[in-house]
């Protein structure tokens, strides 16, 4: 996220904080004993500074998604490990080891509130043993980074759960329909996705305010500490916002049982749920848009500001995604026309609830449809796909924002494509040249803006 990164990196010049941070392995982090190995936090670079975790701009996050198919029925488990500041390596609450079954597969996803976040092996083996993957390897002892996204194991997860799938083992739950009548969104729907899709994950830890120690957010661990005294920490993430859509336009995620905490019948989110349900639902669903797979020019998938077919081929392994053969099985052009047609139109299909449900973060807007709107605007502009560009097309939305900065609502034009000629399908996939504004829609937008104030 080019922009995201350029205001972090001005954040640090700023005030003084390090936006790049690193994490120490354990020796066998995919093991039971390894989860319940709390990571180490420190600074990439200790001239720039100290990276610590109750700093909301640097906490560093790691998913661990689980899959036993040595069980009937299969099962999908979350256990999420802790980071912990390696100057003060004690978490708040000590992790209990997970008891697995033999053969059970798992996957680590890892996220940031920084710039940066970087594996660090410390010479135990972790790395390896862990199936860890940081970015592109460019040349002995050199890596192209991701940036905020890393992984381990994770293309082992997706190769087995995917081949359970296909065989009918692993059914993930029904989609559902959405109040706009159409099929609930995926990670994978044009909906969702930005610059760079799947990055981040969903793990919430507890921040101590006293000591400034991580512990995970579970419902033995909050009544214990007590609500009063601790931060929650979040990433805010791809994987987190799909379940807020999902909140507000009454769609139900795919939740799986948390072993960290055997109180929470309901289930929690996940990196790995989210993307074999997307997997599994977005291709095979009517009324849903093509899947959105890492882009070419992908911000966390360059090499410096060159784009790399390797480097969002290794990005894809870790999200389940579909190797890109050519440049062409991720072209750029592509991407941005299916975020014109199908992202503006169905924010206004659920322009009210969007705009009544709340902001997942309050400092950029003030509702969850300001925030997919920014976010739009950000991502579909010059400073990262530059879809306007490849398009030739100004961007479809123009935000309302208040003194404070926050965006407060949207003039949302759509672009739609021209009623066809008699011998032409009922649907065809405009180009660029094909698309117009629906200024009617637009004109009705802004009188309703207007009734709202």
């Known amino acids: 996220m080019i922009s995201v990164v350029i205001l972090f990196a001005l954040v ?33 670079n200790a001239a720039n500074g100290p990276c610590n975790q109750a700093n909301p701009d640097q906490t560093a996050f790691v998913q661990g998604v689980i899959y036993d198919n040595s069980v009937i029925p299969v099962q999908l488990l979350v256990y999420n ?38 594996l660090l092996d410390g010479g135990k083996g972790g790395f390896a043993a862990g199936s860890c993957v940081n970015g592109l390897v460019t040349g002995p002892g050199q890596t192209s980074i ?45 909906f969702v996705v930005d610059h760079d899709p799947a990055d981040n994950v969903v793990t919430t830890y507890l921040i101590v305010k006293a000591t400034g120690r991580v512990a995970l957010n579970t419902t033995e661990n909050l009544q214990r500490l007590g609500g009063n005294n601790v931060n929650f920490a979040v990433n805010p993430s791809d994987e987190r916002l799909v379940i807020a859509i999902g909140n507000a336009i009454g769609c139900k995620s795919w939740f799986v049982r948390d072993l960290n905490d055997n109180f929470n019948f309901a289930g929690v989110g996940s990196y790995g749920a989210n993307e074999i349900f997307a997997a599994y639902h977005q291709l095979r669903t009517p009324g849903l848009s093509p899947p959105g797979y890492i882009p070419l020019n992908d911000p966390m998938a360059r090499i410096g500001v060159q784009v790399s077919l390797p480097k969002v081929n290794a990005y894809r392994a870790g999200c389940g995604h579909p190797m890109a053969v050519t440049p062409r099985d991720a072209d750029v052009t592509a991407f941005c026309r299916n975020m014109l047609i199908y992202q503006p139109s ?50 479809p939305i123009n935000l309302t924002v208040n003194g404070a900065g926050q965006v407060t609502g949207a003039v949302i034009m759509p672009w739609v494509v021209p009623v066809p000629v008699v011998s032409q399908p009922a649907y065809v996939r405009g180009s660029a040249a094909g698309l117009q504004f629906n200024f009617f829609l637009a004109v009705f937008l802004v009188l309703l803006a207007f009734a709202r104030m």
């Open 12 to 44: 640090g010049i700023i005030s003084g904080q390090n936006p790049d941070c690193a994490v120490l392995l354990p020796a066998q982090p995919l093991t039971p004993a390894g989860l319940a190995v709390p990571y180490l936090m420190s600074a990439l």
């Open 81 to 118: 490990p802790i980071v912990v500041d390696a100057a003060d390596p004690v978490p708040a609450v000590a992790l209990v080891a997970p008891v697995l079954n033999p053969g059970s597969i798992v996957g680590l996803w890892f996220g940031v509130n920084g710039n940066t976040l970087t």
């Open 146 to 190: 991701f940036g905020q996204f890393a992984y381990c194991n994770a293309a082992n997860f997706f190769a087995v759960t995917f081949s359970d799938m296909r065989q009918g083992l692993l059914v993930p739950p029904p989609l559902g329909t959405a109040i706009d009548g159409m099929p609930c969104p995926t990670t994978l729907d044009f």
């Open 346 to 395: 169905r924010m206004l299909k659920n322009i009210n609830a969007l705009y009544n449900a709340p902001s997942p973060t309050p400092a950029v807007a003030t509702s969850l449809l300001g925030f997919l709107a920014n976010r739009f605007v950000s991502a579909f502009g010059l400073a990262n796909l530059g879809c306007t560009s490849l398009l030739q097309v100004p961007n």
